[in-house]
């Protein structure tokens, strides 16, 4: 016999379909409702805060390169610094031969005491011709009281007619040397007039070409003009320098700045001092650098750039234009952690404060040292001193001409 077929077991019912359509647009609404919120919050954020703040990661550190050139031709000897390595404003980089520049200074110093025996040759021919003048107005009186003498004999016919004659002659010699001391009298007068040994043409001349040679002999060794860092190296030992040949580069680390290339539409109101927080690539965001706009540049990069775009010719795309803005940064923290040229930074711009100008006066915090000139050195003017002295008769000791013959260091 067939077994019965066991009953189908009743299907549950179905939940009511308004009850679950009312949750998911529960849910819909909650969501849009959060959506309004943050989109109101972030409007608010932006009309009350963020508006005022610009930012730009187009941003990157510039700094000084300080080329360190030579200013004579000559052999390098000796070069004690190589690239990254850190140098002190002063410090000896490069030492050329300075044979050549002693024998030169050695030429010069012997044609200006050359030129002071020379100018002291011409104020005592001064006192000679003055003193031969003298004597030829003299020797003219003694001529003439001859001849006065004679023509009044020769009526009695004391004298005669030639002794007469020759009388007349030696009045016309004694006058004719007096005449020409006179004339050399006034060409040694026309050469000294105005005049000391020290002021005379000829030994300023000389003076000069002593300070020439000097100034050479000091720049046969090259110093860092800034402290900084050396960079692109190019001198080797042995080399045959020219006048004007790049040796290396310092880049002075503890004055570099943030140039960050904003676009146009963001420089409505930055202004000069305004304050900035950076960040930078190298140390990442937990190091903030803080500083300050030191100043807009006067043009866009593409304006100044090598090979301008030309708007007027062709299909016209207008592109939005960046500009690039100096930033200063604090010297501590550049101290604390420093920053190499070219690496990126991230800059925000707090443009609260409006009340600074669009053109800066001034950019940089501290202004850069002045080089000192190699053509003040006091030992040099010293040295001139003595050899002047010396070959002007005024000091004839022993310890003046060692000094003035002593090679120059």
Sequence with gaps: MDEPTPPTPPTPPTPPAPARNHTRNRALLILAVVALVAGLA???????????????????????????????????????????????????????????????????????????????????QREQLQALIAQRVSDLKRAQD?????????????????????????????????DAAREQLNATEAQIQGTTIETHPQVLDAEAAVRNAALALHRAELRAPVS?????????LGQRVAAGSPLMALVPLDDVWVDANFKEVQ???????????????????????????????AGSGS????????????????????LPVRITLDPQELKAHPLRVGLSMVAEVDEHDTSGPVVSTQVRNVPQPTQASAG?????????????TLNAGRDGGQSVARAATAPMQ
């Design 228 to 236: 900084g860092v050396v960079a692109k190296r190019t001198v080797q």
């Design 267 to 297: 420089l409505r109101a930055m202004r000069v001092g305004q304050p900035v927080k950076l960040h930078a690539d190298l140390y990442g965001s937990d190091v903030v650098f803080h500083g300050r706009v030191a100043g807009l540049s």
């Design 376 to 388: 003040d050195d006091p030992e040099v003017q010293a040295r001139i001193d003595r050899i002047v």
């Design 42 to 124: 972030w409007l608010a954020h932006l009309l009350l805060v963020g508006r005022y703040y610009q930012s730009t990661d187009d941003a990157y550190i510039s700094s000084d390169l300080v080329q360190v050139t030579s200013d004579v031709p000559g052999t390098v000897i000796a070069v004690n610094v190589d690239d990254t390595q850190s140098v002190e404003r002063g410090q000896l980089l490069v030492r050329l031969d300075p044979a050549d520049a002693q024998v030169a200074i050695n030429g010069a110093e012997a044609q200006l005491a050359r030129a002071v025996r020379n100018v002291r040759g011409l104020f005592a």
């Design 303 to 322: 304006a100044f750039a090598l090979l301008p775009a030309q708007n007027a010719s062709g299909n016209w795309i207008k592109i939005v234009q960046r």
């Design 146 to 178: 001859d001849l006065d003498r004679r023509q009044g004999l020769l009526s009695d016919g004391a004298v005669s007619g030639e002794e007469l004659s020759h009388s007349r002659d030696a009045v016309a010699v004694a006058r004719a040397g007096l």
